[in-house]
């Protein structure tokens, strides 16, 4: 059963870089048939994506934090990366990494992992 | 960006009774509309693709419809584990996938 595990800092500082790492276990990460996708949400609020990769490296960003946001991918270890730059509290929010099934593009998000909140503050 | 208006907000139902959620979208997302369900505490849950393909081990009672803008998520008889908040999200528009703002499903 494919498990997805989000990991990194809960407490980051205005104007620095927002780093988060999501494990893969019970499946391989180069599979041809899958994106990997990070989604947000804010506190009582809901779900923003924020962008999604391929096994190769090929990345689909939200245009709207597309400036700030670097998605990378480590096959080798099955896990891929977000970075998020110049954070501000606005994106204080539980960051969730999801299995993107693969169509004729990237399409709806199965599994989920169990998300990490993130607080952006001084 | 295709935005994703659902309806109602809130829907108070009894235990028993039906719940139909609608999503909206701004233009044409064809049939490329997925639902989700996230209980307090939870990360969301798959259940429906292709607007109305249930998901592996969702169970009957969720139905899902629609086609273009228009799309409804249906549960035929509402049990305890069912009171949660659901999403819907577009698929369609290349390069951005956004979801609703989500309805949530009370105990009337």
């Known amino acids: 059963q494919l498990q997805l595990q989000e990991s990194g800092p809960g407490l980051v500082k205005p104007s620095e870089t927002l780093s988060l790492t999501c494990t893969v276990s019970?499946?391989?990460?180069?599979?041809?048939?899958?994106?990997w996708g990070w989604i947000r949400q804010p506190p009582g609020k809901g779900l923003e994506w924020i962008g999604s990769?391929?096994?190769?490296?090929?990345?689909y960003y939200n245009p709207s934090l597309k400036s700030r946001v670097t998605i990378s991918v480590d096959t080798s270890k099955n896990q891929f990366s977000l970075k998020l730059s110049s954070v501000t509290a606005a994106d204080t929010a539980v960051y969730y990494c999801?299995?993107?099934?693969?169509?004729?593009?990237?399409?709806?998000?199965?599994?989920w992992g169990q998300g990490t909140l993130v607080t952006v503050s001084s | 960006e295709i935005v994703m208006t659902q309806s109602p907000a809130t829907l108070s139902v009894s235990p028993g009774e039906r719940a139909t959620l609608s999503c909206r979208a701004s233009?044409?997302?064809?049939?490329?509309l997925a639902w989700y369900q996230q209980k307090p505490g939870q990360a969301p849950r798959l259940l429906i693709y292709?607007?109305?393909t249930r998901a592996t081990g969702i169970p009957a009672r969720f139905s899902g419809s629609g086609s273009g803008t228009e799309f409804t998520l249906t549960i035929s008889s509402l049990q305890s584990e069912d009171f949660a908040v659901y999403y819907c999200?577009?698929?369609?528009?290349?390069?951005?996938?956004?979801f609703g703002q989500g309805t949530k499903v009370e105990i009337k």
């Open positions: 999801a299995r993107v099934f693969l169509e004729w593009l990237p399409t709806w998000f199965d599994p």
């Open positions: 019970g499946g391989s990460i180069s599979s041809s048939s899958y994106y």
């Open positions: 990769i391929y096994y190769s490296g090929s990345t």
């Open positions: 233009q044409s997302v064809s049939s490329n």
């Open positions: 292709g607007a109305s």
């Open positions: 999200q577009q698929y369609n528009n290349w390069l951005t996938w956004t």
